[in-house]
């Protein structure tokens, strides 16, 4: 509690009590303290994580540490995550640095005995359909590509041919094979096999034979350890810009208060000068925020989640930036949405927004509500209770004496919306490392540009972002044998290219070379070069083409 509020009034402790009570009767207490141990571990070893999605609306779990988002602060409704309805298991999404994730990975299944991955079903589409028939009529692989490629016409094709599309018809959407879901892990408290047999992929875990649906079905807890490279960038460039400036202080990178408060911070944010920086980089979001001219934490959490294609795609983002540029639109919204969503003048945004729509104008209880927005989601439209609340919706609608071409324009809204919305806990956090990539660029923009192109880039190429740390004021160094390493590094002002640029320079020379430079000294001269280190003439030549000997004032030829 003293590590998050300073000062914690009656309303914090009135939320505390309210979500552990309900989490104590849904029996959820072991998903939040299993979640707590995982990340307890990552603290320990010194990574950096993101706890995202619907679980950043539970105090508990900020209290936890398992998210970095404050719902009291931003106004998020527990009743969005878990609710006396839900019979379903909650889940967080925890994001990792792509190079810690596989040692989380190692051990939850250290520590807990009944752990496995889960499945996904991978279908049956046109083109596998067709292949998979084709071999069992023995047709030539000529013959299918003409198939595959849906370039024929039906009446010249041969009698084999045409049952190959008469059954692949009946066929696609069947479970093909199985595959792994891209981050979901099970915990049991009974052993994974009493719920399903598990196989062995090459990944090295057992994988249940069932995928996520199913799971919470039975009731099974899924915990969804992800990776994503913007966190690897600023763990990097935090440790970049420690050996490269020794005489500044280290840098509180979770300093978030700081950072909301910071000019320079907005002042890019309102340039949309974000090139490298965590989800906000991509040149629609930079147009975005240039429009909206946003330099707030609350505009960039609003900015984050009005690009996404539902809010998009109704109109709603169109509406959402002519109200925020022109205040005298705003009195064109219905007044009871205006009254529900004033930071977003009336426009539903996130998908909380379904919830106190359907709650404050339709009058459904806040369970219901939520009944309502999970409904949407192309998971779950199938099922009957969705209908239910549907119906609830108009026939309340009806009593309050709206009228229906606007029932009918708020429905539209939220069907076109509620399956590609966020969470605004997610945006937040999203936001939240937006903010501290921003910081970096801010202050140093070279070290960042470095910690980048270390991790694989971003939304453009390697070349793009070189470029941008040259606007900076960086000098560039093609490899050398003397001065780079295997990764990009960056000394003073000068960023040398690492080796594994090359393509065709083996990692292994590449690494040994470094570690015989380490341990003997630089290199004289190209004669002290291949006396020291073993290495075939084709390596050679890689290196002497790059101009990785030009130390020695000789020309490549």
């Known amino acids: 509690m003293h590590y998050r509020y300073k000062k914690p009034g009656e309303r914090i402790f009135k939320r505390i009590e309210k979500e552990l009570d309900i989490i104590k009767e849904k029996g959820f207490v072991p998903y939040f303290l299993i979640n707590w141990k995982i990340l307890k571990y990552a603290r320990s070893k010194g990574y950096y994580y993101v706890g995202r999605g619907s679980g950043a609306n539970s105090i508990i779990a900020y209290l936890l540490r398992i998210t970095d988002v404050d719902p ?88 084999l041919s045409q049952l190959v599309i008469k059954y692949s018809t ?64 600023i763990k990097d460039a935090v440790t970049i810009i420690a050996y490269n400036h020794p005489e500044k202080p280290p840098i509180d990178i979770h300093d978030i208060k700081r950072f909301k408060q910071d000019e320079n911070i907005k002042s890019l944010l309102r340039q949309a000068k974000a090139i490298g920086c965590f989800y906000v980089e991509s040149p629609a979001m930079r147009m975005l925020l240039k429009k909206l001219q946003v330099d707030t934490y609350l505009g960039l959490v609003a900015a984050s989640s009005v690009i996404r294609p539902g809010v998009s795609k109704s109109g709603m983002m169109r509406e959402y930036i002519l109200r925020y540029r022109y205040p005298e639109r705003r009195k064109d919204a219905h007044p009871v949405l205006l009254k529900i969503m004033p930071e977003t003048y009336g426009v539903m945004v996130y998908q909380e927004d379904v919830i106190k729509v359907a709650h404050y104008f339709a009058g459904l209880s806040l369970d219901e509500a939520d009944v309502l927005r999970r409904g949407m989601s192309w998971k779950f439209k199938q099922r009957n209770e969705f209908a ?82 040259v606007m900076h004021g960086a000098t560039v160094e093609a490899p050398c044998v003397n001065r780079s390493s295997w990764e990009n590094r960056i000394q003073g002002r000068t960023i040398w290219l690492g080796f594994y640029l090359l393509h065709d320079l083996e990692r292994t020379i590449g690494k040994n070379l470094i570690n015989e430079r380490n341990e003997n000294g630089i290199f004289t001269s190209l004669r002290d070069f291949v006396n020291r280190f073993p290495v075939s003439l084709e390596q050679l030549i890689v290196l002497i083409r790059v101009g990785a000997f030009r130390f020695t004032g000789k020309g490549k030829k």
Request: one cysteine or more; glycine letters at 6%; aromatic letters at 18%.
């Open 170 to 233: 009946y066929i696609q959407g069947f479970p093909n094979y199985l595959g792994i879901h891209a981050g979901g892990i099970i915990i049991s408290e009974k052993p994974i096999h009493y719920y399903t047999a598990t196989f062995m992929p090459p990944k090295g875990f057992a994988t249940t034979q069932f995928d996520m649906v199913v799971a919470e079905d039975i009731g099974l807890y899924k915990f969804d350890i992800l990776s994503q490279r913007g966190l690897g960038k």
């Open 388 to 469: 239910k609340v549907r119906d609830k919706f108009f026939s309340n609608c009806r009593q309050k004496g709206y009228a229906d071409a606007i029932v009918q324009d708020i429905w539209r809204q939220i069907e076109s919306f509620a399956n590609y919305a966020f969470a605004k806990g997610h945006s937040a956090s999203y936001a939240v490392e937006s903010f501290q990539a921003l910081y970096l660029k801010a202050y140093y923009p070279l070290e960042y540009m470095v910690a980048t192109l270390n991790n694989g880039g971003g939304f453009y190429s390697a070349q793009l972002y070189l470029h941008e740390a």
């Open 72 to 159: 009291v602060e931003l106004d998020l409704y527990f009743e969005r995550f878990i609710n006396l309805y839900r019979k379903n298991p909650p889940d967080f999404d925890i994001d990792f640095s792509w190079k810690d994730r596989d040692d989380i990975t190692q051990f939850i299944f250290k520590q807990f005995k009944n752990t496995a991955l889960i499945a996904v079903y991978n279908t049956f589409k046109f083109r596998a359909s067709v292949r998979e028939l084709g071999k069992v009529f023995g047709l030539p692989k000529a013959e299918m590509d003409v198939l595959t490629r849906g370039k024929y016409n039906m009446s010249q094709l041969d009698t």
